[in-house]
């Protein structure tokens, strides 16, 4: 099992930034791939950005590139999202998910790749 804890979330102003983090515990390996999926009021949930534990490999959704960097501490078990210049159309549930599917060096993006989640945490961004 995997457990993910999310953090980091708040109210922040539009332009301003946030860094979210991910502690994974449990049985994670190398090869996972590790994601931040978010959730809108009234929306479907989207892929934000993921990296692959071994390579560091990463992948981005159109959105957020050049805005949002993703990170990861291996020592540390724990993943980050940087989130640089908010736009009030970043307020969401921001999730955390883990999952095996690929080799090293590619990031899915398909929520059904996923197969662990975190509880999530609130980004809010106003206008």
């Known amino acids: 099992q995997v457990q993910l804890v999310e953090s980091g979330g708040g109210l922040v102003q539009g332009g301003g930034s946030l860094r979210l983090s991910c502690a994974a515990s449990?049985?994670?390996?190398?090869?996972?791939?590790m994601g931040w999926v978010r959730q809108a009021p009234g929306k479907e949930r989207e892929f934000v950005a993921g990296?692959?534990?071994?390579?560091?490999?990463?992948r981005y959704a159109d959105s957020v590139k050049g805005r949002f960097t993703i990170s990861r501490d291996n020592v540390k078990n724990t993943v980050y999202l940087q989130m640089n210049s908010l736009k009030p159309e970043d307020t969401a549930v921001y999730y955390c998910a883990a999952g095996q599917t690929g080799g090293s060096y590619y990031v899915p993006s398909r929520l059904d790749d996923y197969d662990y989640w975190g509880q999530g945490t609130q980004v809010t961004v106003s206008s």
């Open positions: 990296i692959r534990w071994s390579s560091g490999s990463t």
């Open positions: 449990g049985r994670i390996f190398s090869n996972y791939a």
